[in-house]
């Protein structure tokens, strides 16, 4: 048994040297063809970070960004505005192009296709009205237009309709009646008539539909403009910037309890002044509304004595430094990340009663109300908006007083508070036009369109920028890890942003509103998603100093073998040489 | 004589204001760009014998809240808590100054990231905006392309990085992409970075984005050193360029019209034994039309209201008929039911895998010593 065993195995020290040293080759080959076959793809997959793919030539696409809008223009010729000549040429159909290069990277075209008609006799009798408020009426009752155009209504020279010194009335839809000019009566043709039209009619789109600056505004996320006039550059800090959804607070601040017993009636106020604006403005963004009492809440600063009206002033000056005091005490709903509009209504204390701003000049402000912005706006109570209260308290009042606020002028500053803060409010229109004070939805139709312009170009701007800067990022850095949801996200986006950018060179201004905001929550969640955090930072030494100990005493074994089989078998390869001679 | 100068020119100020008030009043309107203020204050040391760093943060912090910045625009990180630590000889309180003069732990403080909530990745969350969907309001930096942003920094730092927590450290390169992350989404108008660390300069080298002011309590190679300590407390109580910048900030008040320029001179040399640097090539403006409550404090902008809405409808009554509901408070807990639990059938688990490969190790030991034959005796 002993011996057969012995002679099954051949002690490795007796075998040939040659076939050692072919079996010692043939091992290290082998090895180093592991390592390298398969050790180092199997290394290179596992250490890399899962990146899904991403639409990085779309997104390069997007970052030249053509933006074309188009608005339609309809122009009604009044009876006696035309000649009957130039009559028989109407209807007819123009398109006009502009445009403009903002930057490198961004273009805009604007395209205004104008439609030219004669009055129908149900326009003309509504025409005939007294005034222009009820011809506007009446106008709209015959037809709607859709959101995005207009109708510009032109009225004889000689029409009672406007005052003497307006030609241009702008009313609360999306109509506007324009005056023909004196040196059109005597008979021209209808080229001569449609060019003197054609400035005045840009002028009224300008005011009323978007206008170059506005969308420029729009713009500023992704451009950076030199600052205009200073009028511009206040509109643009006060507006807020476009968000999907706002807060707004209505607090009332009763700073002496015992003096005073406030009524308020937010929830009737809210429901009937704010809700039908918010309502009409749900398109462009959520609203949320909330309310507080604040009890032994003072402004930061102390009213001075005016002996000559014998009431307490704040001055104007002084007003900047009210809001920090307050602002510590206001609280603010902390599930959700919206921009809050905080409105504040003072009552002001029996001994400091009434408060009356005064502005620069000394003069009392009408609205007794002031604003912040992108914050809100505060405003204090006038003796004339409040039910059962004296100007001076009798010696045997009873205190606490109640006091019942009017609403109806509360809400009514704060409306137009409001409307500053969202961006609604319109820079003052140029001389000769009249524009209608806008409705009890506190927004004029025009006015929303304009809205919906300016946030679908500022959306898809912000959008473009988000994912273009994402895309970078990601780009320029290899560690971060891109999960499929993100790359969904981002896929979504692109497909939003260019849904907006066709829907609105269509001229559908709703939809393309609606695919921009899409495109901008899309694009936000993609950008703000918690695992994109680049936090290893390997500089390359480091990277070395890792894998140096773990692959140098492996490599260094298989790298001498090699060789070392390198130099034998060149040496064979010479000795066999003089051999073969 | 800093002090004297500070005074004239304040003085000075006053005067062109009351000659020129409406040029001037627009002119400062438009002169800065921002609509709010945010301050983010981080001290990332912790231990008792880093005392001095958090009182720094709270000195800091102190000012930022007199001269107007409110709390939910501030975002208070402290990585140890000082006043209630057990060597504390008096508890709640942080002092800034020896012979305990100033507290600056007052009863109104609100740390936002306290303890080992302080880390690179929460700060830099926090900075680019990446924070899971569950954080609340005030853990977050909502600023948007009209706020200043202040930033301070304090601990313990070196060439180029700064040591959060004692394990782990954030580098200059970092910060730099951060704040660059933060400039292509707009999340700020401006931005002053202060930093009191040793080599602190070395932190705002790589700077790269627009609108940047930085200041740094030494160069690179110098470090910063502490103020003095106190002998009851035990520790030192400030490191000096804190404190002497603190003693600058008491001196401004919210309608001040002191500029950078003066925030440069803080703590020369002679006092600070390190020398400040500051570096103001990214910025726009020129230092010295910078104010500094435009970064310290909240100045609000104001505008008069100028027009009302005629509102006319009366308001619907419905609101009279509205029945009270009844609230009640949820419980939390289900109380009940965890009064009245049953303890839980553990299930059982075959062995751990510890266990096992243990026992493995051994039957391999043993055979191998005495050979496979022996197996025969166990199967």
Known sequence: MKIRRAQQFVKYSDQPVMLKLKRGQLAALSIAAVVIIVGVPLWWRTTETYRAWLPVSQIKELAKLQLHLSADVEVVFARGTVTPEQQKKVPLTQTQNMEHRVDEDTALSYRYETRYRTATIMEEDALNQPTAAEADLSLHTLSESPSGSLVVYVIPESSSLLPQNVD??????????????????????????????????????????????????????????????????????RAFKSSPGYEITFSLLNPDPKSHRLH???????????????????PVANFSIDSQTLYYAMLGVNPRFDSSRSTYTLNADSLAHVINPVEARLGSNAASSNPVLNF???????????????????????????????????????????????????????FPVDINIDMAKVMGVFLAQLRLLLGVQSSTPPPGFLVAPCGNAGLADWELDRLMWSRSVENIATATTTITSLAQLLDQIGNIVINDNIAQQVSSAVTSL????????????????QYSKEAILSSERAFFDPSLLHLLYFPDDQKFAIYIPLFLPMCVPILLSLLKIVSEARQKHREKKPKKD | CVGINLRYRFHVSLLCKLVSCFGDRAGQFFSSGHTNNWAVLVCTSRFWFNYRHVANTLSVYRSVKRLGIPDSHIVLMLADDMACNHR????????????????????????????????VENFL?????????????????????????????????????????????????????AFEQMWQKRRYNELLFIIDTCQGASMYERFYSPNLMALASSQVGEDSLSHQPDLAIGVHLMDRYTFYLLEFLEDIHPAS????????????????????????????RDPGSVLITDFFGSVRKVELTMETINLTDPIDAESGELQKEMHTYADQLPVSEIIHQKPKQKDWHPPDG?????????????????GVKHLKHIF
């Open chain 1, 168 to 237: 241009v009335y702008i009313g609360q839809r999306r109509t506007a009646l324009l005056r023909i000019g004196s040196q059109m009566r005597v008979g021209k043709t209808l080229e001569q008539l449609l060019a003197h039209m054609e400035p005045r009619i840009k002028q009224v789109l300008h005011v009323m539909s978007f206008s170059h600056t506005d969308i420029t505004a729009a713009l500023s996320n992704r451009v950076r403009i030199s600052p205009g006039n200073k009028e511009s550059i206040a509109d643009s800090m």
């Open chain 1, 264 to 282: 308020w009636d937010i929830e009737g106020a809210v429901e009937t002044y704010i809700q039908p604006l918010l309502t009409k403005l749900s």
């Open chain 1, 344 to 398: 504040l209504l003072y009552i002001p204390d029996a001994h400091h009663s009434p408060l009356y701003i005064h502005d620069h000049k000394k003069q009392q402000v009408p609205t007794n109300a002031f604003h912040s912005p992108r914050w809100g706006g505060i405003m204090i109570i006038r003796q004339c908006w409040v039910y059962n209260v004296n100007e001076f308290y009798e010696v045997d009042t009873v």
């Open chain 1, 498 to 513: 260019q849904l907006a950018v066709s829907e609105l060179e269509a001229g559908n201004l709703g939809f393309a509103l």
């Open chain 2, 88 to 119: 504390n000889p008096k508890p709640a309180t942080v002092f800034s100054h020896k012979n305990m003069e100033l507290n600056v732990y007052g009863d109104d403080v609100e740390v936002d990231y306290r303890g080992y909530e302080v880390t």
């Open chain 2, 125 to 177: 969350r926090i900075l680019t905006g990446r924070l899971p969907p569950s954080t609340p309001r005030s853990k977050r930096l909502l600023s948007d392309d009209r706020s200043n942003i202040l930033i301070y920094l304090t601990g313990h730092g070196g060439n180029g990085f700064l040591k959060f927590q004692d394990s782990e450290e954030i580098s200059n390169v970092e910060l730099a992409d």
């Open chain 2, 257 to 284: 019209k002191t500029n950078m320029n003066d925030l440069f001179k803080v703590c020369p040399k002679s006092q600070c034994v390190s020398t400040p640097g500051h570096r103001t090539d990214l910025f726009l």
């Open chain 2, 354 to 370: 510890f266990i096992l490969g243990l026992w493995t190790l051994i039957l391999l030991v043993f055979f191998q010593t005495y």
